[in-house]
């Protein structure tokens, strides 16, 4: 069983930043593709950026050009750095990987990200 943590979240005013980080408990990310997810109350759970196994990111329309995810496959960890935060961008972040040819897919335990001044 694969274990994600995140961690990095927080209070931070408009227009700051975080970086959040997903930990996974053994080395998946080579093949398997990372997504954020995000949840603000009372809200659906929104796909906030996804990396694969080979690199290529993908972003929703709404964090384009302020979010970036990357990956450190030699620490099994996948960042999300977020700048020119927006009180919008409150919400529970997510961490899932996933991989499509076995239909499996972990999920973290989320963490806070509260914009507000």
């Known amino acids: 069983q694969v274990q994600l943590v995140e961690s990095g979240g927080g209070l931070v005013q408009p227009g700051g930043s975080l970086r959040l980080s997903c930990a996974a408990s053994t080395s998946i990310f080579s093949i398997y593709t990372v997504e954020w997810y995000r949840q603000a109350p009372g809200k659906q759970s929104d796909l906030v950026a996804s990396i694969t196994s080979g690199g290529s990111t993908h972003y929703a329309d709404s964090v384009k050009g302020r979010f970036t995810i990357s990956r450190d496959n030699a620490n099994n960890t996948v960042y999300l750095q977020m700048n020119s935060l927006k009180p919008e961008d409150t919400a529970v972040y997510y961490c899932?990987?996933?991989?499509?040819?076995?239909?499996?897919?972990?999920w973290g335990r989320g963490t806070q990200v509260t914009v507000s001044s």
């Open positions: 899932s990987a996933k991989r499509v040819a076995t239909l499996t897919r972990y």
